[in-house]
Nanobody, 124 residues
Framework: QVPLVVSGGGLVQAGGSLRLSCAAS????????MAWFRQAPGKEREFVAG????????AYADSVKGRFTISRDNVENTVYLQMNNLKPEDTAIYYC?????????????????WGQGTQVTVSS
C-alpha cells in the first residue's frame, strides 16, 4: 500500500474555496483509482469525487458537480480536490482513498487504502 497524507482542510465562509491535497509517499501504480470521500457527523461516509491515477475516468457526486474538481500531479504524486462555492452542507471530514483497480467506485468498502481525514467547516 502507498501511504496517503491528506492536508488542506479548514474553516471557510459559504461561497469560499479550499483545496485539499492527498500526497502519496510512493508512486501509485497507473491502474489505481483515487477518490475523495466525506463524512458528516451522524451520517455515513459518502463518495465525493474520483479518478484513475493514470488520468481520466473522473466521477463526481451530484451534490458537488460544477463546484468541485479532482485532479492529480504525477510529478508531485499528489491528488487534489479543488472545492469552490462551498456550502454549509459541505461541512465534513474529508478522506482520500485508493484501490488497486482502475475503476472508480463510489462505495467506501471497495477502497483498501485510506489517508487520515481533514476537517472542512463551511460557515453560513
Amino acid at each position: 500500500q502507498v501511504p496517503l497524507v491528506v492536508s488542506g482542510g479548514g474553516l471557510v465562509q459559504a461561497g469560499g474555496s479550499l483545496r485539499l491535497s492527498c500526497a502519496a509517499s510512493g508512486r501509485p501504480i497507473g491502474w489505481y483509482a483515487m477518490a475523495w470521500f466525506r463524512q458528516a457527523p451522524g451520517k455515513e461516509r459518502e463518495f465525493v469525487a474520483g479518478m484513475r491515477w493514470s488520468g481520466g475516468g473522473t466521477a463526481y457526486a451530484d451534490s458537488v458537480k460544477g463546484r468541485f474538481t479532482i485532479s492529480r500531479d504525477n510529478v508531485e504524486n499528489t491528488v487534489y480536490l479543488q472545492m469552490n462555492n462551498l456550502k454549509p452542507e459541505d461541512t465534513a471530514i474529508y478522506y482520500c482513498a485508493s484501490r488497486r483497480n482502475a475503476v472508480v467506485s463510489t462505495t467506501p468498502a471497495d477502497y483498501d487504502n485510506w489517508g487520515q481525514g481533514t476537517q472542512v467547516t463551511v460557515s453560513s
